[in-house]
């Protein structure tokens, strides 16, 4: 099959549930607003339902790390050529991707790109991501040790397990994954790395589960969770480059423009908390959900995914 019909079957295969879309739809509020920017569009399910509704005028900007997934955003959005435009990029460069790709596609982009009117973030990685077994995201499929969302960044998963001291292992394992086991696993995986290098997923899964006491197996969380969602977190420095995004998006916003942000960490929640409301306090933006927003009962039901998702929205007023 040739690489264009397999990105087609896999784009039509592909069932990925939007979180949040009506809340987010709702607290945005895209009528009248003309740009609209995703900084993490992966494979483009939310862009589908903002390039919808938004106004016959308005531009769709969607911005993401991972290749891959843009390429199926971009098959996924095609009936709305000429509306939008797709960036590979970190955004924590939101600045520089707004405007070396406006000079890239001048044809397709507005004039006037700053400011932008909507910036949305839906943080963390995707299903897509997570089943991708070569993508080494998911500790239930056999894959290399990478978790990186850009596959041309320099340091993968394996570079961390195989390279970082014991306590640097700890500082990860309990910063990001508030694992109480770090220690113990931290010390299973210097012992097993002395053998050999752990590369696969399944390797440091069963390392984990060595490691992880008896009891703990028992809980509902399997014991290697926390320990991929920290790994993950650090390779991609996701919590590092958080606090700097918002705060230049909040600066390209323009006048009665909004910034929704869905988390799935506490971490992550808690630098959007204080990121809006550090700007609240001077005066620039208004927030709109005192409390975030949680999914409904019927959506953690549907997609499981969704189900420690927290949504913040504010809107910027001087
Ligand atoms: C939860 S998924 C978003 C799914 C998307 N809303 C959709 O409807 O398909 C998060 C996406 O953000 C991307 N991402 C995470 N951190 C990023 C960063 N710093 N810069 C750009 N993209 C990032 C990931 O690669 C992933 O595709």
Redesign the pocket.
């Known amino acids: 099959m040739s690489t264009t019909n397999l990105l087609e079957k896999m784009t039509q295969e592909i069932k990925?549930y939007?979180?949040m879309c009506r809340e987010v739809l709702n607290l945005l509020d895209l009528k009248n607003k003309k740009i609209i920017v995703?900084?993490?569009?992966?494979?483009?399910?939310?862009?589908?339902k903002f390039l919808e509704v938004m106004d016959p005028d308005a531009f769709f900007i969607g911005?993401?790390?991972?290749e891959e997934?843009l390429n199926i955003?971009r098959k996924k959005l095609a009936q709305f050529k000429g509306k939008f435009s797709l960036i590979q990029?970190?955004?924590?460069q939101i600045d520089a991707l707004l405007k070396n790709s406006r000079l890239k596609e001048k044809s397709s982009f507005p004039d006037n790109i700053f400011g932008v009117d909507i910036f949305?973030f839906?943080?963390?990685?995707?299903t897509?991501?997570l089943n991708r077994p070569e993508r080494g995201f998911s500790f239930l499929k056999e894959g290399p040790l990478d978790m990186r969302?850009?596959r041309n960044y320099f340091l993968s998963a394996y570079d961390l397990v195989n390279n970082l001291s014991e306590e640097e292992l700890i500082n990860i394992f309990r910063k990001y994954g508030e694992e109480r086991y770090a220690r113990r696993i931290a010390r299973f995986i210097i012992e097993a790395r002395k053998i050999s290098p752990i590369s696969t997923t399944t390797q440091l899964t069963r390392v984990i589960l060595r490691a992880a006491p008896v009891r703990s197996r028992r809980f509902r969380i399997h014991p290697a969770t926390r320990i991929f969602q920290a790994l993950r977190i650090a390779v991609?420095r996701?919590l590092g480059?958080?606090e700097k995004?918002l705060s230049r998006s909040i600066s390209l916003l323009n006048k009665g423009g909004r910034i929704g942000v869905?988390s799935?960490h506490s971490l992550e929640d808690r630098i959007v908390k204080h990121t809006f409301k550090s700007f609240a306090s001077s005066g620039t933006l208004k927030i709109l959900t005192k409390k975030p927003l949680t999914p409904t009962e019927s959506e953690k039901e549907e997609n499981i995914a969704s189900r420690s998702a927290k949504l913040r929205v504010a809107e910027k007023i001087c």
């Open positions: 990925h939007p979180v995703d900084c993490t569009v992966g494979i483009g399910s939310h862009a589908h911005i993401d790390r991972d997934s955003a990029g970190d955004f924590s949305f839906d943080l963390g990685i995707s897509y991501q969302m850009d991609n996701e480059v958080l995004a869905i799935f």
